[in-house]
């Protein structure tokens, strides 16, 4: 019942959750090139399987943590995922803005084919190894205690998974709500990297912008629905 442990159990849980949604992003945005009849199935095995990793690399935490220590030209194991995984992650996002931007065929009939279940969750766990390095060692650093950065992982994980369905479908219904997500991860893609080359980007000048694009896009999105609303019940003769 030690309050600091409340404390870190919390905090911990928010760092989950702001790691979840980074997720939630990512694999609505992958599955979204699949066929629609497998993207519920491969979204929940993603999380599930990014949870297992996630356990995974916390029962090696202390390993994990080594992994700070330099190894080739004053770059640690560490520094060198993020390069490698944040140049993959802006790649990737940067190569999906084309093809959200560029794409002339309803997404439907045209994406299914092109990317299989299985490359989709590969890709999956590749980037939420990269994501959850700082998160094990940020937790690792916070308390020595596992059942509760366990427990934060698994309640933050219970969390994500119920808002995941429902966040996916709103993201897949809006294309600019996906090219500003898309525009999220190429940020977080340019932090990690310059986080391997041993710069420091402080989190609220990232997720602060983010928070503010994203609540103005929100207003658009309800501004243009008022909108069409109001053309509608004009058009029906003032009847709603």
């Not at 996002?93 to 093809?99: C, Q, T, W, Y």
């Not at 893609?189 to 986080?195: D, K, P, R, S, W």
């Not at 402080?202 to 207003?219: D, N, Q, R, S, T």
């Amino acid at each position: 019942m030690d309050p600091n442990l409340f404390a870190t159990f919390a905090l911990l849980v928010g760092l989950e959750v702001v790691l979840g949604i980074d997720n939630i992003l990512l694999i609505s945005i992958l599955t979204a090139r699949i066929p629609a009849e497998h993207r519920e199935r491969t979204r929940r095995l993603g999380l599930a399987l990014a949870l297992a990793g996630r356990c995974v690399l916390l029962l090696g935490a202390s390993y994990i943590v080594r992994l700070s220590e330099p190894v080739l030209s004053g770059f640690s194991w560490k520094d060198l995922i993020l390069i490698v995984g944040g140049g993959f992650l802006l790649f990737k996002a940067v190569k999906e803005i084309h093809h959200v931007v560029e794409v002339t065929l309803p997404d439907e009939g045209q994406t299914g084919a092109r990317t299989t279940v299985s490359s989709v969750i590969a890709q999956i766990i590749l980037l939420d190894v990269v994501f959850s390095i700082d998160s094990v060692i940020t937790a690792v650093g916070l308390t020595d205690n596992l059942w509760v950065i366990y427990s934060a992982v698994l309640v933050s994980f219970a969390l994500v998974l119920a808002f995941s369905g429902a966040i996916a479908a709103f993201v897949h219904r809006h294309p600019t709500l996906k090219i500003l997500a898309l525009s999220f991860l190429v940020t977080i893609g340019v932090t990690l990297t310059i986080e391997g080359f041993h710069g420091h980007v402080p989190k609220g000048y990232i997720y602060l912008p983010m928070g503010f694009a994203l609540m103005v896009e929100l207003l658009q999105m309800r501004f243009q629905h008022n909108q069409l609303k109001g053309r509608l019940k004009k058009e029906n003769g003032g009847k709603s």
